[in-house]
């Protein structure tokens, strides 16, 4: 093999990587949101499949941001958040029955039945820990401070949670009783 074809074929390689990315892993859709199909962005950060709705989605947005930045702090970027109004746009992401998911420090997706602003709040949280923690981190550490952190920190209404969610929490809870004054970020890095 040529090395001009070598390079041609490692090219094509590479440059297929992201498209197989983007149709087999369809949470990373949130990274390019108008790419599918029904998708209406007004701005960068907020996406949904029906206008009609953007003002719904917009106050939402407004809500649970408040919520997670007042609970951890200020974002390093402004996050993307899609809103499906649909069953069939939460499928075209693949969020399956969860209210909403983060993907990483790359956006959220918010299903019909996330649109509450403590869901939102909660997923602005695993939001602001992939800022800050980086999205290995938050995929590794212990899910008790991940999603501990989470529930705990939204607001989240639901008392008792399910198990192990409100076991978490209330770990969590104890953890974050037990730092004190210390930055709840340098403690976070510490737990692992």
């Known amino acids: ?7 041609c074929v490692t090219f094509a390689a590479l440059a297929a990587v992201p498209v197989a990315a983007f149709a087999l892993v369809k949470p990373l859709r949130v ?3 108008t790419l599918v199909p029904g998708i209406l962005c007004i701005k960068d950060t907020l996406c949904t499949d029906d206008a009609a709705n953007f003002d719904a989605a917009r106050t ?8 997670a930045r007042n609970a ?10 899609v809103f499906c109004s649909t069953t069939a746009c939460a499928q075209a992401f693949g969020i399956g ?26 997923e602005l949280i695993h939001y602001r820990q992939a800022e ?6 938050v995929a590794t550490r212990p899910r008790w401070l ?6 705990s920190l939204s607001g989240d209404p639901r008392h008792p949670l399910t198990e192990p969610f409100e076991q978490w929490r209330a770990q969590f809870d104890a953890w974050h009783a037990s730092i004190g004054a210390q930055n709840i970020w340098a403690a976070a890095r510490n737990v692992r």
Do not use: C, S
């Not at 093999?1 to 390079?7: E, G």
């Open 146 to 151: 991940i999603e501990g952190m989470a529930y």
């Open 132 to 137: 800050v923690l980086g999205n290995l981190a």
């Open 1 to 7: 093999m040529t090395l001009k074809r070598l390079l």
């Open 31 to 33: 990274v390019a949101p």
């Open 60 to 67: 939402l947005y407004r809500e649970g941001y408040a919520m």
């Open 97 to 122: 029955g969860q209210a909403a998911q983060t993907v990483g420090d790359f956006g959220v997706i918010v299903a019909p039945r996330g649109w509450k602003p403590f869901y939102l709040a909660h």
């Open 72 to 81: 951890v702090g200020p974002f390093r970027d402004t996050p993307r958040v």
